[in-house]
Each structure stands twice: as C-alpha cells, then as structure tokens.
C-alpha cells in the first residue's frame, strides 16, 4: 500500500466516527424527542432550522464527509475479495456484511436525504413527509432496514475503526470489543426502531 492510499484509508476510516458518527448519535438523541409527543418534535425540529448558518454546517460537517466516506467506500467494496462463502467465521461474515449494509446505507441516505430534506419547503413540509412515508407498510419497513443496516454499519465500524487504530490487539482483546459491538448493534437498533415506531403512530 502506497503512502498516500495509507493516508486516505486512515482520513476514511477517521471521518467515520468524527464527525459522521456523532452526528447518526446526536440524530438519534434529537429523534428520540418523538418520545415526548408530536409538539416536541417540531420544537426541536423548528429549533435546528434556527441556528444560525445551518446550511452551511450541514454542507461541511455532514454531507462533505458522508460524500467523502461514500465514495471511496464503494471503492473499498469494489477492490474487496468477498469470501465469506469459502470461510464461515464470524469475523468473515462480518467483513462481508460492512460492505453489504455501506450499499444499503448509501441508498437509504440519498432516498432520506432527498425526501425530507432536498424536496420539503418547510419543517411541517418534512414531518408531514417523514409521517406519511412511516405510516405505509412498504416504507416503514424499507425504513427499518435503512436503519438497522446504518447502525450494523457503525457499530462494526466502531470495532474494526478500533482494530485500524491499534486500540483493540490481540486475540482476548478483539474478542471482548467484537461482543460490545454486537450487544451496542442491538441496543441502538431497538432505540432506532422505537423512534420510528412512535413516529409511525404519531
Ligand atoms: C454513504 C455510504 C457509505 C459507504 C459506501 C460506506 C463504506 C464503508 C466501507 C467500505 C467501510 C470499510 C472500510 C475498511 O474496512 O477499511 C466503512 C467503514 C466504516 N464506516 Fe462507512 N460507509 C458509508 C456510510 C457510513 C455512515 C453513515 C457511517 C456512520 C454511521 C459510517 C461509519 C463507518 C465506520 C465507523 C467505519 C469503520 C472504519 C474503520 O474500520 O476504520 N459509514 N464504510
């Protein structure tokens, strides 16, 4: 691997947790203010769209980064020799499987993205988008499988980011962090899940 591909894998691998990470984390905290009721919501809808130059930090810290991760991540899927059907190990599986959900992610974003943000004109614009997308059957569950591939996709990333890094060496010590992972995938998935349920009934 060539300086500069060592580079560019370890600014992929980076921008992954900060900021993109972060931001799935405070999404899902703002989100959760459904649990609270419909006025909430909007207050906290109407309260993000208040700060001042919004556009432009949403443009820079998020869509830029995402762009970034993205796209050399296909190149990632692309250059990857997928052989989970030869090995059957947990971690070859798992392997596998960030790729596959990067895919699912990528379209599940550019669809939510496009939807309540790009084509809504105003904030009661989105909810109403985002309330009637989750009211069909066919939506809400293309909706799940959106979000539970993004948080498989984070939480392995988590584990392998710390493998990257050289947080997490050794075999007991991977093992510990691989079974974090699994029980953190689980806990988020039913929080996200719950987001959108209390959304589909709101
Ligand atoms: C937009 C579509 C996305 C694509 C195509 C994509 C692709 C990838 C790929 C291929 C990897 C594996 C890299 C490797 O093994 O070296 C990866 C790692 C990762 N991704 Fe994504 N990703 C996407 C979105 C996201 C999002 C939205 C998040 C945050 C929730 C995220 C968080 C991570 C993390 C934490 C890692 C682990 C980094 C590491 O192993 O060092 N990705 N991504």
Request: hydrophobic share 60%; net charge positive; aromatic share 16%.
């Amino acid at each position: 691997m060539s300086k500069l591909s060592f580079f560019i894998r370890r600014f992929h691998s980076l921008i992954a947790l900060i900021p993109i990470g972060l931001f799935i984390c405070v999404h899902f905290m703002l989100n959760s203010s459904i649990f609270l009721g419909n006025e909430a919501y909007m207050t906290m809808v109407n309260f993000m769209k208040s700060f001042p130059f919004i556009e432009l930090l949403e443009i820079g810290l998020i869509a830029i980064p995402i762009i970034f991760h993205g796209i050399y991540g296909i190149y990632i899927v692309y250059l990857a020799k997928n052989n989970v059907l030869k090995y059957k190990y947990y971690r070859n599986l798992a392997f596998y499987l960030q790729r596959f959900t990067s895919l699912i992610v990528l379209a599940f974003i550019i669809w939510h993205v496009y939807t309540l943000r790009i084509a809504p004109v105003s904030a009661e614009g989105t909810f109403a988008a985002l309330l009637s997308m989750l009211q069909n059957p066919l939506t809400f569950v293309l909706y799940v499988i959106g979000v539970v591939a993004t948080v498989y996709h984070f939480t392995n990333g988590l584990f392998t980011f710390c493998i990257t890094w050289g947080i997490c060496v050794g075999d007991r010590a991977q093992k510990i962090f691989a079974i974090c992972a699994t029980a953190l995938f689980i806990v988020i998935s039913i929080w996200a899940v719950g987001i959108l349920l209390a959304l589909a009934v709101a």
